[in-house]
């Protein structure tokens, strides 16, 4: 069903349910993303205080992922048992008060502990944003309303890159606390209170919504029983253990672990990147406004890429050619030295095509799984992929530590990319 088959109160109808719900999911995923990678930030200050090698760094960053995979397919169905207001509402406010308590580490098992806990406490947030996008809005344009919410992970680097510099330069010594410490403290906060919101502000589903009309909500509730009753026609998934048989939910969550690998490997470890290109090793707020440069890019491409293809209805070449387009910017990145305008354009490569292929990949598994195959599939690919965070921070550094550079972290992550587009490629018909 494409926006041109609907009619002009159906149109407003959509209009008026994306406003009402996916700006705030929106402002959700922009202080939980500054609550995962900040850690990118509080390393160029707490790395030396601490005494943490770039490997205990690179560990420290990705272990928060382990404690995302155990958790995420659970935490995704009771989110379905329990309701998204409430359940959504439990995930913020633990990992805000974690991520606060991150200003309190002092050694290596306690950075260790923390970021796993962080992991933990946030997992089943993302998929459990995809599957509630799916109560409201049906499949021919969910790939737009993802990238619209996903565009969070690129504005809250936007938008965090420099507030998180700022904080660090300017309150470092307030009070007694380094930068880093208040860094963790006062972007851990916003995540609790925003979390108490959810349960005022969001509905389990448009059955529950006071805000719409009868009519409202019955014409929500056919396009997604149109949408249910397709899938049924082509032998849809329905079950738990349905979704694990589905050979297509493996090929997705095997080309989403590649793509997050190359992801997490250049967030986490931007703002060092970026400050060894020649930025004052002091002015953390210089690199903080740098950061914006990758960001504001992939803000403006996955947006159009994600739009555009919900308009073609197309979504191999979406997904594929936008990964094409950072596994240049790896490449360019590894040969470019330490020149900053080079360095930067492939930077921001990596982030416009990563983020724009994982925002129409994640329409995909919509398409062929439903109800509790939906919850349990959306989670698993999303805690396979995510375990890419822990491989990509660590691989970094681990070769910083044994070469003293990033280059062949680099080549390798452009393979890994490839490696992904090739299974992707090679199941593309059933895809």
Known sequence: MSTTRLSSFEIRLYRRAFWRIVPFLFLCYIVAFLDRVNVGFAKLQMADQLGFSDAVYGFGAGIFFIGYFLFEVPSNLILEKVGAKLWIARIMVTWGIISSCMMLVETEFWFYTLRFLLGVAEAGFFPGVILYLTYWFPQAQRARMVAYFMTAIAISNVIGSPVSGAIMQFLDGANGWAGWQWLFLLEGLPSVLVGLLVLLILDDGPQKAKWLKTEERSAILRHLKEDEEAKNARRVRHSFVDAFRDGRVWVISMFYLSMVVGFYAVNFWMPTIIQELGANPEDYFQVGLLSMIPWGSATILMVWV??????????????????????AGMLGLALAGHNPVISLICLAMITSGLLSSVVVMWSLPAAFLSGTAAAAGIAWINSIGNLGGFFGPELIGRVRTATDSNEMAFFFLSGVILFGMAILHANRKKV
Not at 306 to 324: F, I, K
């Open 306 to 327: 994600g739009s555009r293809s919900d308009r073609t209805g197309e979504r191999y070449w979406h997904t594929q050619v936008p990964a094409l387009v950072a596994a």
